[in-house]
């Protein structure tokens, strides 16, 4: 069974620009996570979708927005970006709880 | 205070060691005890997944849970140079809106051959 994956594995942006990442659950999970890593805070939890809709929301600015497809792959949107948005973006999905959790490999972001 | 707490390291231990990772939580709503192993440039991978007080082994990995105290360990039997990584705790609890999961900050392992 392939596992999640995520693209672009690297993107480099400059500040005030957009960028858009994507992730690709496992076949029949239907909960998808994001999480921002960073050296200094850590795994910190971004939003998770579960069935197209948002269950859960961590405490990230609005210009982190995220949505779900139908078939459970997943986007997450960053707006007007600074340099402090630069970190690896990781993705995770499980069946139905969060409690198990897969995770991607990651999209390394780098802000200029 | 952090829910979780966890001491980032570097830790590092010769060939063969017994290494024990820890961390402690102060929210006692936490149900389900988690250890992750993150390989450098690679995402967390699922090692251990326990959810009542006591052991669990896995191979050369045992789960430590004692909820009395609010702390969980793992202990990795024969290291190994492949055992080099960060590894992350992670607590979850049921709430309104699903499960609810904090990780903590990781312990970076270093065993030397």
């Known amino acids: 069974k392939a596992g999640v994956t995520q693209t672009p594995r690297y993107l480099i942006k400059t500040r005030g620009q957009q960028v858009t990442l994507s992730c690709s659950p496992i076949?029949?999970?239907?909960?998808v996570s994001w999480y921002q890593q960073t050296p200094g805070q850590g795994l910190q939890f971004l939003f998770e979708?579960?069935?197209?809709?948002?269950?859960n929301k961590g405490n990230f600015p609005g210009r982190f927005s995220g949505r779900q497809f139908s078939n459970s792959r997943s986007e997450m949107n960053v707006s007007t970006l600074e340099l402090g948005d630069s970190a690896l973006y990781l993705c995770a999905s499980s069946l139905e709880a969060l409690n198990e959790q897969f995770f991607g490999p990651g999209t390394r972001l780098t802000v200029l | 205070q952090k829910e979780v707490e966890q001491d980032p390291g570097p830790l590092s231990v010769p060939e063969g060691a017994i290494v024990s990772l820890n961390c402690t939580y102060s929210n006692s709503a936490f149900q389900y005890f988690m250890w992750y192993r993150q390989y450098s440039r690679k995402g967390p991978e699922l090692l251990m997944y326990?959810?009542?007080?006591g052991n669990k082994e896995d191979g050369r990995f045992t789960a430590q849970v004692d909820k009395s105290s609010k702390y969980i360990s793992l202990f990795i039997r024969d290291s190994q140079p492949s055992d080099s990584a960060t590894y992350l705790c992670a607590m979850s609890f049921l709430n309104t809106g699903g499960f609810k999961t904090i990780f903590g900050a990781g312990t970076r392992l270093f065993v030397k051959a």
């Open positions: 326990t959810y009542s007080s």
């Open positions: 979708y579960f069935s197209e809709t948002q269950r």
């Open positions: 076949s029949g999970h239907r909960s």
